[in-house]
């Protein structure tokens, strides 16, 4: 075996045995990206499983595909960042290079007063007017720096610079950068230097030292020394030393100058990502920057047994439901979302997933004063009927309301008070108590644009190099197709594609209704769990979904949770399907269903019985008024047909939905071996 190892500078392959500085390790590959594991001595073999590993720095298999997902979303974003980059870059020189052509017009039309004086005037005067004129090259160029800040969306940074001296004629890539603020092994840097081809440099921090000298060695053992940076530093003291260095960078009129700022950060902590957010708004590009960001706290998110601690991080309260798991993808949101708001930053979801035991965001940032004031009216309380049959409805915190213009040729929306309550303190469906949630975000979660290019780039990544593209795949589509639109927004959508087909320019009123849009069909329902509390069997999904699409709704998954449904059908809906299948499919015994329970309300035992006692006692006699409004509601209701052919799904492409066990006891591992701060994490 001895003669088998190698030093750190050969060239890297799986399981090779690398010896560096008398210690022994065995090269681990994922992606593209090889890491050094230190090999486990005798004692070591002896006391863990097969499937550990010594822990002295975080390494999760597992992870891979939070990793392999992260490298297909940046990217999918990144391409199109870079292509922005380069119009911008090129609008750029064009703007510099007319200024500098009328500048050199109006020094050519510049009379010289000294030749019409006399010599000794001539020998004086001459001086000055070099001097006038290198004073107004310099105010040119004050005056260009103004106008590219002015006529482009992008500030001047410093890749920007180089760009307009010539990188748009040459061909120069303008810069891409990341920060791995929590890089552990910095297994995530390297994959991003070797797979994201348009990356320029990855700076891979951490706080443990043993982690630094890890991330050392494994760059070094990937010859990847130009393209990664690592540092030894707290994640926070990082960023802040990033974003102090922004605001007193300015030029002589106070405006900011060469920004240094990533345009990806991407957060992936051992427990919660909540003490880093603040920061990370302000250190990614606020001209559209990605921002990643990973929590593993399920226990305090998306369970009951925390709502101060859930309070305390993300300043909402978790639910006690089986939809924990989307409320606590919209609790996040709203602590990053609140977190950007107060510097006038706002984000947009493009894809947040709850993955096995942790979530996954991906927000893009941007800064726009304008938007922030949209944002009251996207944030939600949602009552929950936690205690009874898990009905909920959701409040609004503010208003976004469209109202046309003083020309009559476009809307204007005003920020006005939300309504409230929007429920009675009983549940309208079991009476049974309500409770309060939130607050947490109320838009959409995803964009279906941008779901569509990291699918898109899952078709051309190989299955060597991605070994979870099948699971991404599923959950990818499975999140697409919950994206449920309303008539308004198909329409808009139509419209604005239509737009863009005939080489017109969106309607302008369309980014403002976007800005407004809120997800009118939040959160999912289970019916195994809804037939446990009706004591029935549960429906097969197919006649279920066959019952709901009959009646003019639309259902689907959710990536959350296998079993589960997302429709735009009401809960009173939902109520009268169930009760119809027992009625007609699954007869369930009434004598094991405790009266005052909320199955009983649900299946309406109490009235029925009633109406038979009523029946006996006055045969043939006018029913009562009480009994008369039941049946006039029955026979409003709509008839419900089960039919298992309409609600079938295209199953001509299978897909990996939801995750299988990879093997025994698997998940969060422990924390690596170290004394760090409680809020940083070992990936």
């Known amino acids: 075996m001895a003669s088998e190892a190698k030093d750190v500078t050969a060239p890297p392959a799986d399981k090779q045995v690398i010896v560096h500085e008398g210690k022994r390790y065995v090269t681990v590959k994922e992606g593209l990206a090889h890491i050094l594991v230190p090999e486990p001595s005798e004692e070591d073999k002896e006391n863990l499983r097969p499937d550990q590993a010594v822990r002295q720095v975080f390494y999760n298999p597992i992870q891979q595909y939070n990793r392999d997902l992260t490298v297909l979303a940046i990217k999918a974003y990144g391409k199109e960042a870079v292509q922005q980059k380069q119009a911008s870059h090129s609008k750029l020189e064009k703007i510099i290079e007319k200024k500098r052509k009328r500048q050199a017009q109006k020094q050519d039309q510049q009379p010289n007063k000294a030749q019409k004086g006399a010599d000794g005037e001539k020998a004086t005067t001459e001086p000055a007017t070099d001097a006038t004129s290198a004073e107004a090259v310099q105010h040119s160029g004050d005056e260009t720096k103004d106008a590219t800040e002015q006529e482009t969306d992008v500030p001047v940074e410093q890749g920007d610079k180089q760009a307009t001296n010539g990188s748009a004629k040459t061909g120069r890539q303008p810069p891409f950068t990341v920060l791995d603020a929590l890089s ?129 991080l993300y300043g909402g309260v978790p639910v006690k439901a089986w939809f924990s798991h989307e409320v606590g993808i919209r609790l996040v949101l709203y602590s990053i979302q609140t977190a950007a708001a107060k510097y006038g930053l706002t984000i947009e979801p493009l894809l947040s997933l709850s993955i096995d035991f942790y979530i996954r965001v991906f927000v893009r940032v941007k800064k726009s004063p304008a938007a922030v004031k949209f944002q009251g009216g996207k944030n939600m309380m949602v009552y929950n009927c936690d205690s009874g049959c898990g009905a909920w409805s959701t409040q609004l915190l503010m208003r976004n309301k469209p109202s046309p213009n003083k020309k009559g040729s476009g809307v204007f929306y005003k920020h006005t008070f939300a309504q409230g309550p929007s429920v009675d303190k009983g549940c309208e469906h079991c009476g049974s108590t309500m409770h309060m949630a939130g607050p947490m975000y109320g838009g959409r979660i995803h964009s279906p644009d941008f779901i569509k290019r990291v699918l898109g780039e899952l078709e051309e990544a190989p299955t060597d190099v991605y070994g979870t593209t099948p699971r991404i795949r599923g959950m990818l589509q499975t999140a697409l197709e919950e994206i449920l639109l309303t008539p308004e927004e198909q329409e808009a959508e139509k419209a604005k594609e239509e737009a863009i087909q005939a080489g017109k320019k969106p309607d302008p009123a369309f980014k403002e209704a976007e800005l407004a849009a809120i997800d009118p069909y939040p959160f999912y329902f289970h019916p195994a769990t809804i037939s446990g509390i009706l004591k029935c069997s549960c429906p097969p999904e197919a006649p279920l979904k066959g019952a709901l699409r009959g009646l003019g709704y639309r259902v689907t998954r959710s990536h959350c949770k296998p079993g589960s449904m997302k429709t735009d059908a009401p809960w009173s809906i939902i109520w009268h399907v169930f009760r119809e299948w027992v009625r007609q499919k699954a007869p369930v015994k009434e004598d094991n269903i405790k009266p005052g329970t ?69 998940g969060p591992l422990n924390r690596a071996v170290g004394k760090v701060p409680s809020h940083h994490r070992k990936d």
């Open 598 to 666: 909320p199955g009983y309300r649900l299946l309406r035992l109490g009235e029925k019985k009633q109406q038979e006692e009523q029946a006996e006692q006055a045969e043939g006699a006018e029913a009562p008024k009480e009994q008369q409004s039941e049946q006039a509601e029955g026979e409003k209701m709509p008839e419900v047909v089960f039919d298992e052919q309409l609600g079938r799904d295209d199953k001509t492409v299978k897909l990996v939905r939801y995750q299988a066990n990879p093997r025994e006891n698997w």
């Open 184 to 312: 552990a092994s910095g297994l995530r840097a390297l994959r991003y230097a070797h797979e994201i081809p348009f990356l320029t440099s990855v700076t891979a921090n951490d706080l443990l030292a043993t982690a630094v000298e890890s991330i050392k060695l494994n760059v070094k053992h990937n010859r990847l020394e130009d393209k990664v940076n690592v540092c030894h530093d707290d994640a926070l003291a990082h960023m802040y030393t990033l974003i102090a260095k922004e605001l007193r960078a300015k030029d002589p009129k106070g405006k900011p100058t060469m920004s240094e700022k990533y345009d990806v950060v991407d957060l992936d902590p051992y427990g919660t990502a909540a003490p880093f957010l603040d920061a990370a708004v302000q250190s990614v590009r606020d001209d559209g920057g990605l921002l990643c960001v990973t929590c593993t706290d399920s226990g305090v998110w998306a369970s009951n047994g925390y709502p101060e601690k859930c309070y305390s």
